[in-house]
T-cell receptor
Framework: AQSVTQLDSHVSVSEGTPVLLRCNYSSSYSPSLFWYVQHPNKGLQLLLKYTSAATLVKGINGFEAEFKKSETSFHLTKPSAHMSDAAEYFC????????????FGSGTRLQVQP | GAVVSQHPSRVICKSGTSVKIECRSL??????MFWYRQFPKQSLMLMATSNEGSKATYEQGVEKDKFLINHASLTLSTLTVTSAHPEDSSFYICSAYRDQETQYFGPGTRLLVL
């Protein structure tokens, strides 16, 4: 079985400052990991994904995440926050091949202050 | 990117009635689709896996006779909430599996049962 823990339910940053959203995972198999963003009244959008290739993954809108097996972490970062980044972020894991269903973390709400 | 649509986006119904929600992959074929449920300020919980041409696989605790899933074609899956009750009020989200472990999400359907 696999699970995901998002360590912060709420993160608040100032516009122009770095963003760090933390995620730890647990999986019995080599996992695929994702970050999704959900804006109010909009569907989930894929930010980036890790599928056993390069451990540093670059996504859309300047976000990136680093897969660290030794720490079982997949933290999401962005050098400079923008007001439009305010949203709910989900760290997601999928398990072994054939089990394509996603397991979602509890979510982190990112606030960006002007 | 791939597009997944849901219809309706919002529905209000009376207790005891049935509601059907459609999920369509608009520009790709999806042999596997997923149905999730999201309560306010909470994460997504997988309800069932919908496989084209076969029976859906339900997660533990999800009543298959209450949440009927049909995946009759490679671009359409439907979720029918039968004999809906107020506790079924929620945000229902579908996703379609495309390739490389990537799922594309619909915009969601908000169900309110009075």
């Amino acid at each position: 079985a696999q699970s995901v823990t998002q360590l912060d339910s709420h993160v608040s940053v100032s516009e122009g400052t770095p963003v760090l959203l933390r995620c730890n995972y647990s999986s019995s198999y080599s996992p695929s990991l994702f970050w999704y963003v959900q804006h109010p009244n909009k569907g989930l959008q894929l930010l980036l994904k890790y599928t056993s290739a390069a451990t540093l993954v670059k996504g859309i809108n300047g976000f990136e995440a680093e897969f660290k097996k030794s720490e079982t972490s997949f933290h999401l970062t962005k050098p400079s926050a923008h007001m439009s980044d305010a949203a709910e972020y989900f760290c997601v894991v999928t398990g072994y091949t054939g089990r394509r269903a996603l397991t979602f973390g509890s979510g982190t709400r990112l606030q960006v202050q002007p | 990117g791939a597009v997944v649509s849901q219809h309706p986006s919002r529905v209000i119904c009376k207790s005891g009635t049935s509601v059907k929600i459609e999920c369509r992959s608009l520009d790709f074929q999806a042999t596997t689709m997923f149905w999730y449920r999201q309560f306010p300020k909470q994460s997504l919980m997988l309800m069932a896996t919908s496989n084209e041409g076969s029976k859906a696989t339900y997660e533990q605790g999800v009543e298959k006779d209450k949440f009927l899933i049909n995946h009759a074609s490679l671009t359409l899956s439907t979720l029918t909430v039968t004999s809906a009750h107020p506790e079924d009020s929620s945000f229902y989200i579908c996703s379609a599996y495309r390739d490389q472990e990537t799922q594309y999400f619909g915009p969601g359907t908000r169900l309110l049962v009075l």
